[in-house]
């Protein structure tokens, strides 16, 4: 109570507050001032989060695509089913035995055998050579195992499986079509990779953008950080302001760049559902959602932050009274 | 307050100062004068830490200042109000603004700041100007902000270079009316001018240099 009435009776307060309020204030004002100044400037300031929009919306959208792609492609390659034509010689009971002990295994869901004259109907009806089959004196058709395998077996797991089973000496031919879903997959790997790098380069030219847009801010306030530093202010006080002006371009740029993302989407779904609709999928797309779009913007600020604080270490410490 | 002990300062083909051996006391109003490129800037940059004395110690509130490491100076430079010849205002604020900024930096709260920025500007005359943009004042009024700034953090040391060096004779003598009164108050005052003809008048101690030496007020008062 003393102190504080002695303070009121010079007029000149208390003293500075202690370390930790003084220090959260400031980042305060200097979050406030940043965001201020920027938007006081708003045709040089949209350039800059347009930019840096574009810079995280492409990797972004690119990563979304795939996402959707692989997506799509998990699910094709579920019902996957190895057909095992039987030797010739083997007989209907023989198979049906071969079918009792391949379906203990684990790594098999279900098999079930086809009687080569069923086989034949089969094959007739499906392709309309009925008249042609009739004037054949045999059956050319072995019997045949349907073998679905286990839900949880991928395709490596299913190549050798088929191996497997095209090695036992009831098989004549093994028929699996798996080399599609090989070349999905690896296209898919192939196209993640291709998206990782150029997301790469894009980010590193976000990073570029800001740090010399923080780089042009620290030269049009020069004569301010020499008269903070000439006056007592530390490297931490004159820093602030353009760590700000960085964290906001970054999360504005990545916000934009989320609403860049949701309007490409908009733009391509309606072509993409039709595509589906062709290959009478039910799959629907996935959009960035709320978390994709609180990552991008949480990613664009890191960004932002790491630009100016690069841009920072280099350009303030040289500014320096003389 | 502030000792000198032995300072030289050589810089590539010259001495700035040489072998500067003197004491301020706390409470002390002092001028320091010479010709131009006597020292006197080179003085008040040693003490601001703006240059490093080549050698010699210079002992500031008791503490060797050559101690002091990069990371220190900020906060060093904080124990000292500072007024520039040519004010070191920053234009795209306001005259508030201007006053505030070492009681920003220094982490006063809003309404310690505003007390303390209304009360420097009294004291310096200005307090209806405190919405005005710097460039738009005299240069009279914009030295008395530069003043009010320096003093607002209520330093125990104020170093004034050249402050009327821009002024006519009337204003100058009014700035340094302003000066002792912040001396009479306690503040140590050191003020580099040339203008012997204002200074002699005032009957402080004179420190004059010539060719980096000291050739006149060592002595103590």
């Known amino acids: 109570m003393n102190t504080k009435l002695s303070a009121q009776k010079t007029g000149l307060g208390l003293g500075p507050r202690p370390q930790l309020a003084a220090w959260v204030h400031h980042h305060r004002q200097a979050a406030a001032d940043s965001l201020q100044k920027m938007l006081m400037e708003p045709i040089a300031t949209l350039l800059t989060l347009v930019a840096v929009g574009i810079a995280l919306a492409l990797p972004a959208a690119l990563w979304l695509l795939l996402d959707n792609a ?79 395998p286990a839900v949880d077996v991928g395709t490596e797991q299913l190549e050798a499986l088929a191996d497997f089973l095209g090695g036992r000496p009831e098989v004549d031919e093994v028929v699996l079509d798996t080399r599609w879903i090989a070349r999905l997959d690896t296209t898919i790997a192939l196209v993640r990779q291709l998206v990782v790098g150029t997301g790469a380069l894009m980010i590193l030219g976000a990073i570029l953008i800001l740090a010399n847009t923080i780089r042009l801010a620290i030269e049009a306030r020069r004569d301010e950080i020499v008269v903070i530093k000439l006056i007592g202010g530390g490297d931490g006080f004159a820093r602030r302001p353009f760590l700000y002006t960085g964290l906001w371009a970054g999360i504005g740029g990545g916000l934009l760049g989320a609403l860049l993302v949701l309007g490409l989407f908009l733009f391509v779904s309606a072509p993409a559902r039709s595509l589906l609709a062709l290959y009478d999928s039910d799959f629907t797309l996935q959009g960035l959602g709320l978390v994709g779009v609180i990552r991008l913007t949480l990613m664009g600020g890191a960004i932002g932050l790491l630009s100016a604080a690069q841009a920072v270490t280099l350009h303030l410490r040289r500014i320096e009274p003389r | 307050m502030i000792e000198f002990d032995r300072v030289n ?37 040693l003490l601001m830490l703006l240059e490093r004395a080549s050698s010699g110690t210079l002992t500031v509130n008791g503490r060797d200042i050559s101690k002091v490491g990069r990371r220190g100076i900020a906060r060093y430079r904080r124990e000292f109000g500072i007024v520039f010849q040519d004010h070191q205002l920053l234009f795209d604020r306001s005259v508030y603004d201007n006053v505030a900024l070492p009681l920003e ?45 320096a003093v607002v953090a209520r330093p125990k040391i104020l170093l004034a270079d050249e402050p009327t060096g821009n002024l006519d004779p009337q204003l100058s003598a009014e700035i340094m009316s302003l000066f002792e009164a912040f001396n009479r108050v306690g503040v140590t005052v050191v003020i580099a001018s040339h203008d012997l003809a204002l200074i002699s008048r005032l009957r402080h101690r004179i420190i004059t240099l010539k060719g980096g030496r000291l050739v006149g007020g060592g002595g103590q008062g």
């Open chain 1, 70 to 148: 692989s997506a799509v492609a998990s699910r094709v390659e579920a019902p996957t089913r190895l057909s095992l034509l039987l030797d010739d010689d083997s007989s209907f009971e023989a198979a049906e035995r071969f079918a009792d002990t391949l379906a203990t295994r684990v790594d098999i869901a279900a098999v079930s055998v086809l009687h080569r004259d069923e086989a034949l109907v089969l094959f007739a009806t499906d392709t309309g050579l009925d008249s042609l089959l009739q004037g054949l004196q045999d059956n050319p058709l072995p019997h045949t195992l349907l073998v679905t």
């Open chain 2, 9 to 45: 300062k050589r810089f590539e083909h010259h001495d700035a100062l040489r072998d500067i051996s003197l004491t301020i006391d706390a409470g002390e109003m002092v001028f320091l004068t010479g010709h131009s490129g006597a020292g006197k800037s080179t003085f008040l940059r």
């Open chain 2, 105 to 149: 930096i220094s982490g006063f709260s809003q309404r310690d700041i505003e007390r303390r920025v209304r009360a420097a500007l009294d004291k310096v005359g200005l307090l209806d100007r405190e919405n005005a943009q710097p460039a738009l004042l005299s240069g009279g009024e914009q030295q008395r902000v530069g003043i009010a700034r």
